[in-house]
């Protein structure tokens, strides 16, 4: 069964850092593009970052370019998602996701929460 | 970025009713990138469609996507109880990954 489960979420100041990471589970990691995808309270979805199978490409949303940075190990099956610099509009709940090789992502995390608040 | 706009932004429809969602894109995306998403309340979004029309496996037959061009629609043949919540549009064609805004889907 394919697991995806996210931690390092929690209450930082403006101006902050936050290191979030997906533990994954129950299939090939190192054969999957994966992703990062917000949703603010309220709000709709907002897709963050992308990498792909090997670590070496990642794309960002404008919002986050030149403050987070998505890495990835694939020996320990794992992704991750630095967030520098933290505003207010950062808030809210961070999903990590699968890409599948249809262009979509089939499996997502069940989210972690940020909250940017002084 | 290719924007996508969904219609409506939410609806009221009664079980068993033939509901249609519409996302238009800000320009043309192939079929192959058009994916359709269902979240409900307090949990994770859930693929239900890829390549405009392709049910993710497990999703009712009930569900069906179509489109072309700029103009993409989910139909649900007849409403039930567990499809109530938020359901996204997303183009995968060109970074970054855009949904549409959402339409909430609520029981008349």
């Known amino acids: 069964e394919v697991q995806l489960v996210e931690s390092g979420g929690g209450l930082v100041h403006p101006g902050g850092s936050l290191r979030l990471s997906c533990a994954t589970s129950g299939f090939t990691f190192n054969l999957y593009w994966m992703h990062w995808v917000r949703q603010a309270p309220g709000k709709g979805l907002e897709w963050v970052s992308r990498i792909n199978n090997e670590g070496t490409a990642a794309t960002y949303a404008k919002s986050v370019e030149g403050r987070f940075t998505i890495s990835r190990d694939n020996a320990r099956n794992t992704v991750e998602l630095q967030m520098n610099g933290l505003r207010g509009e950062d808030t809210g709940i961070y999903y990590c996701a699968r890409e599948s090789v249809y262009r979509s992502t089939d499996h997502w995390g069940q989210g972690i929460p940020v909250i940017v608040s002084s | 970025d290719i924007q996508m706009t969904q219609s409506p932004s939410s609806l009221s429809a009664s079980f068993g009713d033939r509901v249609n969602i519409i996302c238009r894109a800000s320009q043309t995306i192939t079929t192959r990138h058009v994916n359709w998403f269902h979240q409900k309340a307090g949990e994770a979004p859930k693929l239900l469609v890829y390549?405009?029309?392709t049910l993710h496996k497990g999703v009712p037959s009930r569900f069906s996507g179509s489109g072309s061009g700029t103009e993409f629609t989910l139909t649900i043949s007849a409403l039930q109880p567990e499809d109530l919540g938020v359901f996204y549009c997303?183009?995968?064609?060109?970074?970054?990954?855009?949904f549409g805004q959402g339409t909430n889907v609520e029981v008349k």
């Open positions: 997303q183009q995968s064609f060109t970074p970054p990954w855009t």
């Open positions: 390549y405009t029309s």
